[in-house]
């Protein structure tokens, strides 16, 4: 897979070239950076119909029928929020989301049942198929951990990540409601990950046990693991990192080309208050050490997410401390692509990160 990787970083750089080509005057200062006139990325001609045909309906969304009265048209963003008007806001968006149509066709294309319950004093969401489990997973689980920048998405995104691949692989699906910012820094969630993680191991062997999430999620899987090998436990059998890697999400190439995330880096990030951008805990790519200790691990990702470079600057990392580890990369599509069902490509992604698990854990 490591050829893979280096294609992506070819990719990249070819990007910053066209960009560079196309200028009347192109300048490169002396420690590297390049200054390139904006450039514009028409759709990738590699979509297929069915493709564009969602993008476009999520570009230019039909009408909805107004809230009922007394319902707020908007959410009150939580960066810059005061600490105490943060329940509030995500009681908000959890009833916007509940009410959307786009959550009661969710709920009817996976047939899930949802316990909500505590699980070493954390609260979590237990999903399993009303189909039943699958004969091969029944002494198998997997965690979900979900994404939303460390400061939300608990009980929605997570519905979004659990559900497809509770209902497609059938199998059992515990997703954490782990502790965010800014009311909580971190390590915050790493523990919570291992208050839950500590319970299930005895229940399940850990090589029957996968860990998995999108990007924050996909972050705080290596983060789980680097805390579980601080914590000397058993590593899980494999886990899947979708659209993030082991370091910040806005780090590299891709979250320059992609759109400006200047205004999102980890230094503005409250959950990461007083860390550093080399604590291996935090940001497990940055130690070959810890990553050499990685359980087999799957890298989602696509060629207009601003993760990309993490993505594929975790997988590179991995492949060259011997690590089994599968990168999938898909064309034209933006981040956390697969979390609209509606795009053919969410269906592979689904497909991959259940034969990842069935192939990889119990071995």
Known sequence: MGSVAGKIRGLLAG?????????????????????????????????????????????????????PPGTPLSCPSMAGAAKADIPAIRTCEAEAFYGSPGYAKLRQQFDVTITERTIGGVRVEDVVPNSGIAPANRRRVLINVHGGAFMGGARTLSRIESFPIAATGRIRVISIDYRQGPDFTFPAASEDVTAVYRELLKSYDPRNIGIYGCSAGGLLTAQSVAWFLKEKLPLPGAIGMLCEGGVYWTEGDSSRFVYDTSQHTMAVNPYFTGVSADDPLAFPARSLAVLAKFPPTLLVTSTRDFALSSTVYTHSRLVAQGVDADLHVWEGLPHAFHMNPDLPESREVYDVVVRFFDRRLGK
């Open 15 to 67: 990007l910053l070239m066209l960009a560079a080509m196309e200028a009347a005057a192109q300048t490169v200062d002396a420690d590297g950076t390049v200054h390139a006139p904006a450039t514009a990325f028409p759709e990738s001609a590699l979509l297929s119909p069915d493709t564009r045909a969602v993008l476009r309906g999520q570009r230019n969304p039909s009408p909805v029928p107004p809230p």
